[in-house]
């Protein structure tokens, strides 16, 4: 069975950082794409960032220079380490995982991952 589970949120003030883990069992190769997605309420769950197979990574541009995901293979774990957070960062963060051929185009978009997880809230406020 296929778990995904996240750890990492809570309540930060703006300018402050957190770091998001994704710890993943039960897949039985490491050859998979892992992304971070955010849902805000009332909003569409969008994607935050991705790290493909051979290691390169994608960011939603508000993203990009704040935030940076890596993962440790032989531990089986992903992460995303959030700087600069802003109140519009506040959200409940996913991390997901695609099985198949990764496309660039496609990792954006929530319904091409096959896992998911519960999710960690991340509150951004002074």
């Known amino acids: 069975q296929v778990q995904l589970v996240e750890s990492g949120g809570g309540l930060v003030q703006p300018g402050g950082s957190l770091r998001l883990s994704c710890a993943v069992s039960?897949?039985?190769?490491?050859?998979?794409?892992i992304a971070w997605f955010r849902q805000a309420p009332g909003k569409e769950r969008e994607g935050v960032s991705c790290?493909?197979?051979?290691?390169?990574?994608y960011y939603l541009h508000s993203a990009a220079g704040r935030f940076t995901i890596s993962r440790d293979k032989a531990k089986r774990m992903a992460y995303l380490q959030m700087n600069s957070l802003k109140p519009e960062d506040t959200a409940r963060y996913y991390c997901?995982?695609?099985?198949?051929?990764?496309?660039?185009?496609?990792?954006?978009?929530?319904?091409?991952?096959?896992?998911w997880g519960q999710g960690t809230q991340v509150t951004v406020s002074s």
């Open positions: 997901a995982v695609n099985t198949g051929t990764f496309y660039e185009s496609k990792w954006p978009s929530a319904h091409w991952y096959d896992y």
């Open positions: 790290v493909a197979g051979e290691g390169s990574t």
């Open positions: 039960g897949l039985p190769s490491q050859h998979y794409v």
